[in-house]
Every structure is written in structure tokens, then in C-alpha cells.
């Protein structure tokens, strides 16, 4: 089983204008470039969405600086790593760490 953390290319509003505004001190450009970046981050994100509307039991999470979703099919998990939106985990599959232990010839 795999889960994998979105990134949705928002951080922290302050944070984000913050970076802009070191690019140009100009409030109107400034401005715009942070809109950008949010249609961006939107845009990632409904392309996520496409993604995961055609799957059955796929979980989603979030708190404060992670979003992530589990229980991908192999197949949604291939998409997703197409859009180069998502960064992956192994999660371990808790019947397969008992097969293993089982296994007086395993080699740990």
C-alpha cells in the first residue's frame, strides 16, 4: 500500500507574497505573480481531483502543511506520479511484515 503527500504549491500566504515581493517591490506585480502562483496551485490540484474522482476508497487527509491520500489502486498512483504534483511513502503492509516474521528463512 502506498501513500503519498500532495503538493499543492501553497504554503503560507504571508510566506508566499513574502517571496514575491523579494522578485519586485512593486505591489501591483507582486500581487499578480502571487495569483498566478495560486491559479497555479489550483490548477494541480483539480488535475489531482480528475485523478482521483474515477477511483473507489481512496482516502484523503490533511492538517496544517500536509495533504495527503491512501488506499491508491496501482493505476491511480501511476497517474498521480505524471503530474509530478505528488512525493510518495511505502507504507508497510501489515500482513506482509507477519509472513515475513513467519518465515524461519527470511533474511532480515
Known sequence: MKDVTIYGGYYKQGDDLAHHLEED???????SRWAAQLQAAAERIR???AVVADYQGIELDGD???VGLSSLPA??????????????????????DEEFEDDPGAIE
Open 25 to 31: 517591490r512593486h505591489p501591483a506585480e507582486s500581487l
Open 47 to 49: 488535475e489531482v481531483a
Open 64 to 66: 496544517t502543511h500536509y
Open 75 to 96: 493505476e491511480a498512483l501511476e497517474r498521480l506520479s505524471l503530474l509530478d504534483a505528488i512525493h510518495v511513502e511505502e507504507i508497510e503492509d501489515e500482513e506482509e
